[in-house]
């Protein structure tokens, strides 16, 4: 029999660390490295806020609350992942269903990137119906004064093209670029933002309800 902890091993035994791996499948952290099963409720790198999510068979669900909506300032439910994610990609699909809105942010010391789709169907206000699904970069920290730059490239889709259907996401930044796939959408944009500090990555929604399976984040040296 192997004596793990004796002082003749500087580090944990291969046989061991299998031993860890088996019991603990959803939970995968190398590094910056992220594979989320959303499985399990508790997962080291992640939380999961304003909203009563489920985690079961590898789909994170949830559906919107008017009451909590409010409660937040007119945010809904929300998953986020700390991580350095200033270069790598993140990648996931989602299932959104009659939902106003879906936003992926990149973090640090404010908001630095965001993916922001829209459905103007699904609006609860006059200026939500309004609003149109778009990129935000932001160069310098995020304020009430610096909303960011607006991109909308060609063929960036709305969220209503994608109510009610499993679409893959990802994002790959890798110094000032970033690439960006939504279901067969995809864009490059290059701005000096995407060379900012980056430690959080979040994905919310607003109105309906929403699921999301294989999440990942990939860090790139």
């Excluded at 992220?34 to 499985?39: P, T």
């Excluded at 935000?136 to 304020?143: G, L, N, P, R």
Aim: with cysteine; aromatic share 10%.
């Amino acid at each position: 029999m192997f004596n793990f902890f004796s002082e003749s091993y500087t580090m944990i035994h291969p046989r061991f660390m299998l031993c860890i791996l088996v019991m603990c499948p959803a939970v995968i952290v190398l590094g910056g490295d992220i594979k989320d099963s959303l499985s399990t409720e508790k997962f080291e790198n992640r939380t999961a806020e304003r909203g009563d999510w489920s985690f079961q068979e590898g789909i994170a669900s949830v559906v919107s609350d008017p009451e909590l909506y409010k409660k937040y300032t007119n945010h809904g439910p929300i998953l986020k992942w700390e991580t350095n994610c200033s270069r790598g990609t993140t990648a996931f699909d989602m299932k959104p269903t009659d939902c106003q809105r879906v936003v992926v942010t990149l973090n640090g010391d404010g908001h630095v990137f965001r993916i922001s789709l829209m459905d103007p169907e699904n609006a609860m206000n006059s200026f939500q119906k309004k609003s149109k699904s778009r990129m935000i970069v932001w160069a310098e920290k995020s304020s009430k004064e610096n909303k960011g730059e607006s991109l909308q490239p060609d063929g960036f889709p709305s969220l209503g093209e994608l109510n009610n259907k499993w679409t893959h996401v990802s994002l790959a930044i890798r110094e000032n670029t970033a690439s960006i796939t939504i279901g067969d959408f995809q864009a490059e944009i290059v701005h000096k933002a995407m060379q900012r500090d980056k430690k959080e990555i979040t994905i919310s929604f607003a109105s309906g309800s929403f699921q999301l399976r294989d999440f990942t984040f990939h860090e790139t040296p």
